[in-house]
């Protein structure tokens, strides 16, 4: 009998032990800078786990625009970390593929109408950081310049200031201008300012033409062999930016609440003429890749034309503009280096996505600059 009551007692005493043991572990893993206290709301953020993809940051993000070619990146950084993420999309097939970018239950799929205001209120409502990432390039039969960049960015806005959502991340562009003789930079210029009026506290930032695997610059260099026509002839300088950079400091606003009210310009660090861009696709490529040079005002009338087809996605006139306009970073503007980011090289890394562009023969020749040095090591990890 005595023996039974003692052997319990021990028992009792491991349990304790057992469970005072997990309590202090549970103790360690919670330090005071998993703590995080949103500045506007106030509301109090603290991270579960060690970190990553299958424990909790405790954000919740809302990503407009996330079938993008940035949005993509930008919803797989936030996911990646563990955060919640509402992507607000139009297609339903086109947002399906970002479910396994985070855990399950971590990306939360919601339709969005631009112009209908309850569908914006419903996806941004229980999000500490809206990111607006919406864009079009041309304009269509439902969608001006204005109504996507202005009245779009304004909407998303004013739901984040009914919503007290305490960021808002907007995306525009370099070079937007409300006197900028493209009506793609007059709307993106325009836009800023809206989103500044109802949230000064609104993020915004311009990225320059971005590259990356999917993109709509260096994969139309290198599949346009013999249709190829360029403007201005191809003198435009431009300095292009690696997507997956600009969706690396969208990912430090996240939690950066000095970022908070900041204009930051996201550009690359060299500065290429078109032609210079086209040499490099050619020495990658190894096709000759010809440019023709047409007039500007012959090749935005074609554009005209071409525009008026009800499947054309890829020219506008107003896109034959821009491709005439050099890139002009403002002076003293804030960019990656505030956010301690070191901006990729485009010669450095283009070969992994031109090199598809090879004739299957000298598909594993490694990259050979024109001054005849081989450059080595010009893998990049892309994430
Ligand atoms: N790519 C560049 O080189 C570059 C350069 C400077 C600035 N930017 C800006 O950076 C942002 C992201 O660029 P990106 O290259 O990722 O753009 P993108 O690939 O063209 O994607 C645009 C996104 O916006 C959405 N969208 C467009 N019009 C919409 C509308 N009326 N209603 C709802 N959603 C709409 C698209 O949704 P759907 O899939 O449903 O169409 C898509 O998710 C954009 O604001 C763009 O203007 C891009």
Not at 10 to 23: D, E, P, V
Request: net charge neutral.
């Amino acid at each position: 009998m005595l023996a039974s009551v003692a052997s319990k007692q021990m028992r009792h005493k491991a349990c304790a032990n057992a469970i005072k043991a997990s309590a202090s572990s549970l103790e360690q893993k919670r330090n005071l800078h998993d703590l995080m206290l949103r500045k506007k709301t106030g509301q109090p953020f603290t991270r579960q786990g060690a970190g990553g993809r299958s424990t909790s940051n405790g954000h919740v993000a809302t990503v407009f625009g996330c079938t993008g070619f940035l949005g993509r990146y930008v919803v797989n950084r936030l996911a990646q970390q563990g955060t919640q993420v509402v992507i607000a999309h139009r297609d339903p097939d086109e947002a399906r593929p970002l479910k396994v970018t985070g855990d399950l239950g971590q990306i939360v799929p919601l339709e969005v109408d631009l112009k209908d205001r309850e569908t914006i209120n419903e996806v941004v409502r229980h999000s500490d950081i809206v990111y607006n990432l919406i864009g079009r390039d041309y304009e269509t039969k439902n969608y001006t310049f204005d109504q996507v960049h202005v009245d779009g960015a304004r909407a998303i806005a004013e739901a984040c200031a009914e919503n007290d959502v305490a960021r808002l991340v907007h995306v525009s562009a370099l070079n937007a201008n409300e006197d900028s003789t493209s009506g793609f930079l007059r709307s993106k210029a325009r836009g800023e300012k809206a989103v500044r009026e109802v949230i000064p506290g609104a993020t915004i930032v311009r990225p320059g033409t971005m590259y990356g695997q999917e993109d709509r610059f260096l994969n139309r260099i290198g599949t346009g062999e013999g249709w190829q026509f360029w403007v201005n002839e191809s003198k435009a300088k431009i300095r292009p930016v690696y997507a997956i950079d600009v969706a690396q400091a969208m990912e430090i606003f996240l939690t950066a609440e000095s970022t908070i009210g900041k204009t930051y310009e996201f550009y690359g660090p060299k500065e290429y003429t078109y032609e210079q861009i086209f040499e490099l696709a050619r020495e990658i490529s190894k096709k000759p890749l010809p440019t023709y040079n047409v007039p500007t005002s012959i090749a935005k009338l074609a554009a005209k034309l071409v525009d008026r087809l009800p499947y054309n996605q890829m020219i506008c006139p107003d896109l034959i503009e821009r491709m005439t306009l050099d890139d002009k970073p403002t002076p003293g503007a804030l960019t990656f280096a505030d956010l301690y980011i070191e901006p990729t090289d485009l010669d450095a890394v283009a070969i992994q996505f031109l090199r598809r562009f090879r004739s299957t023969a000298i598909f594993d020749l490694p990259f050979e600059k024109g001054d005849g040095q081989v450059k080595k090591g010009v893998y990049h990890v892309i994430d």
